[in-house]
């Protein structure tokens, strides 16, 4: 069972389209972060949220934490091909284990 | 950037031999985390350190084994390599504590024929 789901799995769009792309649990977590992977690198931290509704900007990337702190979502305006990657989000659940949890990404493609 | 080195970075060994990875870490982080990354499972934790000589399991731990006898270097060892364990791996640290953030390294793309 994946205590992170990711959604969707695959997204190909061309460049100046917006999207989201969603992080849903049936767990609380205390925090969680989200990450970039660029292919043949390691995952790069974006930011990190804390607290229920919170909503962090990242240039054209606003990633928010949902109230019950049981899902976030992160919404790119004007897509760019640089921002073609792999999406993941992390993070710790209350009361869990000092280990982060991944979910399996969502894999973006921005077309020219 | 954290300061973390893997090596080597490609590695192609046959079948039942044993292979050894290394991570470097500069920046003095407490918890130090082993990953193997594959299509459709993601991430998966393969066994972690919370100190010097403080490792434990994680949910593929099966196959791998690990050591730390300095806070700076993570080692990750295959016993008997297997196909199933070609990979990329990639090694992780944290501060530890409420705080998960990871900083993770290149990563090793390991073959196994």
């Known amino acids: 069972t994946q205590l992170l789901e990711q959604s969707p799995q695959f997204l190909s769009i061309q460049e100046g389209e917006n999207l989201t792309v969603y992080c849903n649990s049936s767990?609380?977590?205390?925090?969680l972060q989200w990450y970039r992977q660029e292919p043949g690198e390691g995952p790069v931290l974006l930011v990190t949220v804390v607290t229920g509704g919170e909503v962090k900007k990242l240039k054209r990337l606003t990633f928010q934490f949902g109230d019950a702190r049981k899902d976030s979502s992160l919404h790119i305006t004007a897509a760019q091909p640089g921002d073609t990657g792999l999406y993941l989000c992390a993070g710790r659940s209350s009361g869990g284990s000092y280990i982060p949890t991944f979910g399996r990404g969502t894999s973006l493609i921005v077309h020219p | 950037d954290a300061g973390i080195t893997q090596s080597p970075r490609h590695k192609v060994t046959e079948t039942g031999t044993p292979v050894t990875l290394r991570c470097h870490q500069t920046?003095?982080?407490?918890?130090m985390y082993w990953y193997r990354q594959d299509p459709g499972h993601g991430l998966r934790l393969i066994h972690y350190s919370y100190g010097v000589k403080d490792t434990d399991k994680g949910e593929v731990s099966d196959g791998y084994s690990v050591s730390r006898s300095k806070t700076e270097d993570f080692l990750l060892t295959l016993e008997s390599a297997t196909s199933s364990q070609t990979s990329v791996y990639f090694c992780a640290i944290s501060v530890g504590g409420v705080n998960t953030e990871a900083f993770f390294g290149q990563g090793t793309r390991l073959t196994v024929v």
């Open positions: 767990s609380v977590f205390s925090s």
């Open positions: 920046e003095n982080h407490r918890y």
